[in-house]
């Protein structure tokens, strides 16, 4: 490996280091309570080092939130494009939702469960460019395809599609959130939630 190829990979890793702590910092104090100053010391590095990297808060908060999507889209990205069945898909597609949250509880936190972005205009929301919306063009496409079979009959995509990533946000999310509940055998209460938004959508 040469000077260069490890510098950038020095680089790297300072800047993951970075978005670690600032991620951590996030769900434990809040958005409002940490400065960059904060992330700097967590990490012992100077403030100045911090801003070599990120211009300020709210492209940290991007950056970690589309290193979260990335990783939501390569799990979808492992079950194929194959929609020949698309309900079937669909069922795949939720559960590999489900199971990046619980996987990365805390990129999943950050992203869908801590209000960071509260002045984020919809124009932000839908950049086509970001990986938050190849995620959703994933699900979306899936839904699509269902209606265009007329397996959804009468439905409309955007508003299934939303009514789907509603569905599991809410199972995801209260399964990270409230882990010491009681709740029934958790591989089934997924799959029981997800087959009766799908059944209901079937009619």
Known sequence: MGIKERREREKQQVRQEILDAARELFI?????????????????????TIYLYFDDKAELVHSLCEEAFVKLV???ETLGGDLSDPVSA??????AYVEFGLKYPNDYKVTFMLN?????????????????????GYLRKIVEECVRQG??????????TQTMWIVVHGVTSLLIAHPHF???EREGLI????????NGLIG
Request: glycine content about 6%; proline content about 7%; charged content about 35%.
């Open 90 to 95: 669909l069922r795949k597609c939720g559960r």
């Open 74 to 76: 390569n799990m979808f």
């Open 182 to 184: 009681p709740w029934v």
């Open 191 to 198: 799959d029981f939630t997800i087959e009766r938004i799908i």
């Open 116 to 136: 960071l972005k509260p002045d984020m205009s919809p124009e932000e929301y839908l950049r086509e460019d970001s990986m938050g919306m190849r995620a959703y």
């Open 28 to 48: 434990k104090e809040g958005y409002e309570s940490v400065w960059m100053r904060k992330i700097a010391e967590k990490i012992e590095y100077s403030p100045a």
């Open 151 to 160: 397996r959804f009959p009468g439905a409309d995509v955007e508003t299934t």
